[in-house]
């Protein structure tokens, strides 16, 4: 499985963007997708989790009723709406895909199997 995420850019505190990450190959369905990211000289936190039927969805607190994830399998698509930003949602979001996830594991980097490039997301005053 190849990720391609994109819909980054510059905003302004309040302000959404939407994130998109195209997976290649035929068996999307079968990975339940996150999205992480990694802001300037930290580490790489947990965003986003949802299963591959997008029945179940799973979000780090600090952005729990600001972003949504979900997901178009006819699309090979997952996405990541982000309302309301704030400056400490800068960072590099990845998105990553994983086969053998379950509920206690979602939040778990190490637990993916793919990952994509990274796209940046600033949030500005």
């Known amino acids: 499985v190849q990720l391609q995420a994109s819909g980054g850019g510059l905003v302004q505190t309040g302000g959404s963007l939407r994130l998109s990450c195209v997976a290649s190959?035929?068996?999307?369905?079968?990975?339940?997708m996150g999205w992480f990211r990694q802001p300037p000289g930290k580490e790489r936190d947990f965003v986003a989790a949802?299963?591959?039927?997008?029945?179940?969805?799973y979000y780090a607190d600090s952005v729990k009723g600001r972003f949504t994830i979900s997901r178009t399998n006819a699309r090979n698509t997952v996405y990541l709406q982000m309302n309301s930003l704030k400056l400490e949602d800068t960072a590099v979001y990845y998105c990553?895909?994983?086969?053998?996830?379950?509920?206690?594991?979602?939040?778990?980097?190490?637990?993916?199997?793919?990952w994509g490039q990274g796209t940046q997301v600033t949030v500005s005053s």
């Open positions: 949802i299963r591959w039927s997008g029945g179940s969805t």
């Open positions: 990553a895909a994983g086969l053998r996830l379950i509920a206690s594991n979602m939040g778990n980097q190490y637990a993916y199997d793919y």
């Open positions: 190959g035929r068996t999307f369905s079968s990975y339940a």
